[in-house]
């Protein structure tokens, strides 16, 4: 689980992604224990924060990993746009099937 979170030379890009997914869900089920109500109501569209979460925390993750390799510091897949909207998206998915169901 830890490869999406070491640097990227040495990290396998599968094994990654599969720790940032099962991070990102045992996230998401800690945080619906904490917290078992939505944290917004229901907009227009319930359950888009499965589409919008991944895509905002990628683009914010990616710039940091930028800013990292400019300051000359390693970078790891979850500080990519990809490694972070996985992560988002696992997370975002098991909050929506605990408690985000209208």
């Given at each position: 689980?830890?490869?999406?979170?070491?640097p990227r030379s040495?990290?396998?890009?599968?094994?990654?992604?599969?720790?940032?997914?099962?991070?990102?869900?045992?996230?998401?089920?800690?945080?619906?224990?904490?917290?078992?109500?939505?944290?917004?109501?229901?907009?227009?569209?319930?359950?888009?924060?499965?589409?919008?979460?991944?895509?905002?925390?990628?683009?914010?993750?990616?710039?940091?990993?930028?800013?990292?390799?400019?300051?000359?510091?390693?970078?790891?897949?979850?500080?990519?746009?990809?490694?972070?909207?996985?992560?988002?998206?696992?997370?975002?998915?098991?909050?929506?099937?605990?408690?985000?169901?209208?």
């Open positions: 689980m830890g490869d999406g979170f070491r040495q990290a396998h890009p599968v094994l990654a992604a599969g720790g940032l997914l099962l991070a990102g869900a045992l996230s998401g089920l800690i945080l619906s224990l904490l917290l078992p109500y939505r944290l917004f109501e229901v907009g227009v569209l319930p359950g888009s924060s499965i589409v919008f979460s991944p895509l905002i925390t990628g683009f914010v993750m990616e710039a940091y990993g930028r800013r990292r390799v400019r300051r000359g510091l390693s970078r790891s897949y979850f500080s990519s746009f990809w490694g972070a909207a996985a992560f988002a998206f696992a997370m975002s998915v098991v909050r929506f099937a605990m408690v985000g169901r209208p």
